[in-house]
């Protein structure tokens, strides 16, 4: 069983910046494909971020793309999404995730996730 604890939301202005992490608990870590998903006021989940277990495949929403990046480090357990350029449409929960295989953007985006976190709100102020 993988326990996710996420932290590092908070209230930024426009243009401003904010580091995600992740911390997990159990085995086996860096076994695991991870991610960040997040969800605004009245949407739908969405894909934000996904890194392979070694760190060498990352995969991104193209919302996001060119303003965040996702690393992890296995030795401490641990997923990071830094987030640039912040906008207010950036305003949601975001959540991490874990699941054992990597896959093409698409099934990452469709297909389920094992574990979980419970979220952490980020607000971005115009």
């Known amino acids: 069983q993988v326990q996710l604890v996420e932290s590092g939301g908070g209230l930024v202005q426009a243009g401003g910046s904010l580091r995600l992490s992740c911390a997990a608990s159990g085995p086996n870590f860096s076994v695991f494909a991870m991610g960040w998903f997040r969800q605004g006021p009245g949407k739908e989940r969405e894909f934000v971020a996904a890194?392979?277990?070694?760190?060498?495949?990352?995969a991104y929403a193209d919302s996001v793309k060119g303003r965040f990046t996702i690393s992890r480090e296995n030795a401490k357990n641990t997923v990071y999404l830094q987030m640039n350029s912040l906008k207010p449409e950036d305003t949601a929960v975001y959540s991490c995730?874990?699941?054992?295989?990597?896959?093409?953007?698409?099934?990452?985006?469709?297909?389920?996730?094992?574990?979980w976190g419970q979220g952490t709100q980020v607000t971005v102020s115009s």
């Open positions: 890194i392979s277990w070694s760190g060498g495949s990352t």
């Open positions: 995730a874990a699941r054992i295989t990597w896959d093409t953007i698409v099934k990452l985006t469709t297909s389920p996730w094992t574990y």
